[in-house]
């Protein structure tokens, strides 16, 4: 699958796989600034086109672990409409990444378009209503 990407700035890169067979391709900082809530902003400077029945899914790398950094919104979401800069907000207190650094990862997926049916009583399952931890798995 092809899709359309821009570099905003001439230090952008563009995603990539580290290695065969990854699922996400890694994102780089192009530039590192807080945010008026004290979040670490860093931008990768590029845009993309992803098409119609698809988005990207941002994640943290697994490396974050070795920072004093968290993603805010866990995962984020690239909708396909968005043609802005794709940039990684973290919480922490410092910018533990420089530019050219790796910063996080996307993978891009198709997704089905949902229609809800209301109804009066849903079918029974083996968990029913239980919630939080009523699996018993510790």
């Not at 905003?8 to 065969?20: C, D, F, G, I, T």
């Not at 670490?40 to 941002?58: C, H, K, S």
Request: hydrophobic share 35%.
């Amino acid at each position: 699958m092809k899709v359309k990407i821009k570099k905003l700035s001439p230090n952008a890169k563009v995603p990539r796989y580290a290695k065969l067979g990854d699922a996400c391709m890694d994102l780089y900082a192009v530039s590192h600034t807080i945010d008026k809530y004290g979040n670490q902003v860093y931008d990768t400077q590029i845009a993309m086109e992803i098409p119609d029945g698809y988005v990207g899914l941002i994640f943290p790398r697994s490396s974050v672990s070795k920072t004093g950094l968290s993603l805010r919104n866990a995962v984020g979401v690239i909708d396909s409409g968005y043609r802005g800069p794709i940039m990684l907000k973290f919480s922490g207190e410092t910018g533990d990444y420089l530019a050219g650094d790796r910063i996080g990862q996307i993978m891009i997926l198709p997704y089905p378009q949902i229609e809800f049916e209301e109804v009066d009583e849903l079918s029974d399952s083996e968990r029913g209503s239980g919630g939080f931890g009523s699996t018993g798995t510790n």
